[in-house]
């Protein structure tokens, strides 16, 4: 039986390596960011939607006598120069710190966004508002007909102890596979 398994994960893994040589690229070059661009980053390929929250840790109860739970209140997606790109609100009913917010690349009017950089910005009613940078890769070529899209490496950042922070949730990785099927049709009369 382990021998079954062990010979199933061989041709499994050689199968995946043997697809991704067929799509005519390795492990694609990423584009290093421009001199002045951010330095801390969380990395994403152009597409891909961008779940995230804000996370609020036990030391800020701690920080004073009675802090009030943060709600928030909305959020916004900005372009390093502060144009807002993206902006859900919620002014009737404010979101726990647990809401988890998704943003798919795309502005106000449903167009995806250019590569670049971004800032998004989550507002509270009582704990003020907090900001984190993604970076949106272009995809290359060689990885759309692939289904493939391998994980971007981001600089790590660190949250001050005790204040809160966006933190972006990790996300299941699935391959796209297009399958066409063509069916051939006789029209006309039968002999």
Same mark, same amino acid.
């Given at each position: 039986?382990?021998? !079954? =398994?062990?010979?199933?994960?061989?041709?499994?893994?050689?199968?995946?390596?043997?697809?991704?040589? %067929?799509?005519?690229?390795? %492990?694609? +070059?990423?584009?290093?960011? !421009? +001199?002045?661009?951010? *330095?801390?980053?969380?990395?994403?390929?152009?597409?891909?939607?961008?779940?995230?929250?804000?996370?609020?840790?036990?030391?800020?109860?701690?920080?004073?006598?009675t802090?009030?739970?943060?709600?928030?209140?909305?959020?916004?997606?900005?372009?390093l120069?502060? *144009?807002?790109?993206?902006?859900? =609100?919620? +002014?009737?009913? !404010?979101?726990?710190?647990? /809401?988890?917010?998704?943003?798919?690349?795309?502005?106000?009017?449903?167009?995806?966004?250019?590569?670049?950089?971004?800032?998004?910005?989550?507002?509270?009613?009582?704990?003020?508002?907090?900001? !984190?940078?993604?970076?949106?890769?272009?995809?290359?070529? #060689?990885?759309?007909? #692939?289904?493939? /899209?391998?994980? =971007?490496v981001?600089?790590?950042? &660190?949250?001050?102890?005790?204040?809160? /922070?966006i933190?972006? =949730?990790? %996300?299941?990785? &699935?391959?796209?596979?297009s399958? &066409?099927?063509?069916?051939?049709?006789?029209?006309?009369? #039968?002999?």
């Amino acid at each position: 039986m382990k021998k !079954a =398994l062990i010979l199933a994960v061989l041709v499994v893994g050689f199968l995946g390596v043997a697809g991704m040589a %067929q799509c005519g690229c390795s %492990q694609p +070059p990423v584009p290093p960011p !421009a +001199p002045n661009s951010p *330095t801390c980053y969380t990395a994403y390929w152009a597409g891909e939607e961008i779940h995230f929250k804000l996370h609020v840790p036990a030391e800020y109860f701690f920080t004073s006598p009675t802090p009030p739970t943060p709600l928030i209140t909305g959020w916004r997606v900005e372009m390093l120069d502060g *144009t807002v790109v993206y902006q859900d =609100l919620f +002014p009737d009913a !404010a979101k726990g710190a647990w /809401y988890e917010m998704v943003w798919n690349q795309r502005d106000m009017s449903c167009s995806p966004v250019p590569a670049g950089f971004y800032r998004i910005v989550v507002s509270t009613d009582s704990a003020g508002v907090y900001t !984190a940078m993604v970076r949106i890769v272009p995809l290359p070529p #060689c990885l759309a007909p #692939c289904g493939f /899209y391998p994980r =971007l490496v981001s600089p790590s950042c &660190t949250a001050p102890c005790g204040t809160p /922070y966006i933190q972006f =949730l990790p %996300q299941e990785r &699935t391959a796209r596979i297009s399958i &066409t099927i063509t069916v051939p049709l006789n029209c006309g009369s #039968c002999p």
